[in-house]
Every structure is written in structure tokens, then in C-alpha cells.
T-cell receptor, first 114, second 116 residues
């Protein structure tokens, strides 16, 4: 069965500092991998996705993620965090069999301090 | 990307009543739709998968008689919470995809249900 682990429940970084959010997945084949961001009381916004090709994926808002098959990881990074990046981040995995059934990790809450 | 619209965005209902949430794909035909539930400060948990014209497939632990799902057309799926109770208060989100044509599912903006 597919599963996603986000080991950090919350992370605090200073504005301007770099950020890395960890994500590990479990899936039998090459999965579709996603990072979503959710602000309080809001829906999901897709930051980036990976399903094939270059393992370093660029997304919106200056985010990137690297797929490492050997480590079953898909960590999200940003070189310089802005205060507006404070939100909940979800890593997700999906398969394209019978529809895009997306399984989410527990989420990581990002706090940004001035 | 494709657009999925959920309605209503917020609803308050009295305990014991039923409430219907709609999920529409606006610019593509959604062969499959998914319904998720999110409690405060928690992740999204898949409730069920619905395919157009078929009965929904529910995840373990989800009461199918309480959460009625109908996917009667390629652009509309509905989730009806029957005999709602305060513990059903949650954020419900749908997603939709057109199998084979996309590399992701498209999510609605969610519905905040409060049962009083």
C-alpha cells in the first residue's frame, strides 16, 4: 500500500533562511509525487509534482524538490523563505491506476520568524 | 490546470439533518472523483472513490450509509452527510481527474461543515 511520511510535525525558520521539508514515501513502482501547500481555512495549492524525467523539479513560489529513488524521498526546498510561506505543507503520492488516488502525509507546519 | 468547483464553501446545519456537498469539474470530464475529510490540524484522509455511473468505493472505517456519494454524470459528484452530528463537523475536499489525460488530480476548494 502507498504511504507517505513527513517526519517533522512543525518547523520554524527565520525569514531569509533556507528551508528543507522532508518526505519519504512507500510505493511499489515509480509514483507520482506532489507537494501541496494549505493556508489556514483554505484549500490546497499545488507547488510542484514529479512523475518522470529530471529528478529535480521546479515549482511555483521558488520551491523545488528532488526525487531520490534510492532513499524513497522527495524533499522540498526553498533557498530563502518569506514570511508569506508560513503554512501547512503536505507531501502526497498517487498512482494513475483507476484514477489519481492521492494519499497525503501528515503535513508539516512551517513557522517563519522575523 | 483544470478547474474543480465545490459548493457550498461553508455550511452550518442542525444536528440530525442532512447536507449535500457538490463537486463539479468545470472544463473536463471527470471519470473519477475522490472525497477527502480533514479534521482541524490534521491531514486529508481519503473517504471514498467514485466512478461515474458506478457505486462508490469507501475506505475502511467510512460509513457508506452515512456518507452517500453519487456520481451520476462526468462533471458532478455529490457527497451527502446524512443525519449529521457535531462530530461530522470537518473540512471536506473533493478531487477529480480524467483518467489517462492528466498527471494529477484537481482539487476543489473545500467545504467547511459545521453541525450545531
Amino acid at each position: 500500500a502507498q504511504s507517505v511520511t513527513q517526519p517533522d510535525i512543525h518547523i520554524t525558520v527565520s525569514e531569509g533562511a533556507s528551508l528543507e521539508l522532508r518526505c519519504n514515501y512507500s510505493y511499489g513502482a515509480t509514483p507520482y509525487l506532489f507537494w501541496y501547500v494549505q493556508s489556514p481555512g483554505q484549500g490546497l495549492q499545488l507547488l510542484l509534482k514529479y512523475f518522470s524525467g529530471d529528478t529535480l523539479v521546479q515549482g511555483i513560489k521558488g520551491f523545488e524538490a528532488e526525487f531520490k529513488r534510492s532513499q524513497s524521498s522527495f524533499n522540498l526546498r526553498k533557498p530563502s523563505v518569506h514570511w508569506s510561506d508560513a503554512a501547512e505543507y503536505f507531501c502526497a503520492v498517487a498512482s494513475n491506476t483507476g484514477g489519481f488516488k492521492t494519499i497525503f502525509g501528515a503535513g508539516t507546519r512551517l513557522f517563519v520568524k522575523a | 490546470g483544470a478547474v474543480v468547483s465545490q459548493h457550498p464553501s461553508r455550511v452550518i446545519c442542525k444536528s440530525g439533518t442532512s447536507v449535500k456537498i457538490e463537486c463539479r469539474s468545470l472544463d473536463f470530464q471527470a471519470t473519477t472523483m475522490f472525497w477527502y475529510r480533514q479534521f482541524p490540524k490534521q491531514s486529508l484522509m481519503l473517504m471514498a472513490t467514485s466512478n461515474e455511473g458506478s457505486k462508490a468505493t469507501y475506505e475502511q472505517g467510512v460509513e457508506k450509509d452515512k456518507f452517500l456519494i453519487n456520481h451520476a454524470s462526468l462533471t458532478l459528484s455529490t457527497l451527502t452527510v446524512t443525519s449529521a452530528h457535531p462530530e461530522d463537523s470537518s473540512f471536506y475536499i473533493c478531487s477529480a481527474d480524467s483518467q489517462g489525460l492528466n498527471t494529477e488530480a484537481f482539487f476543489g476548494q473545500g467545504t467547511r461543515l459545521t453541525v450545531v
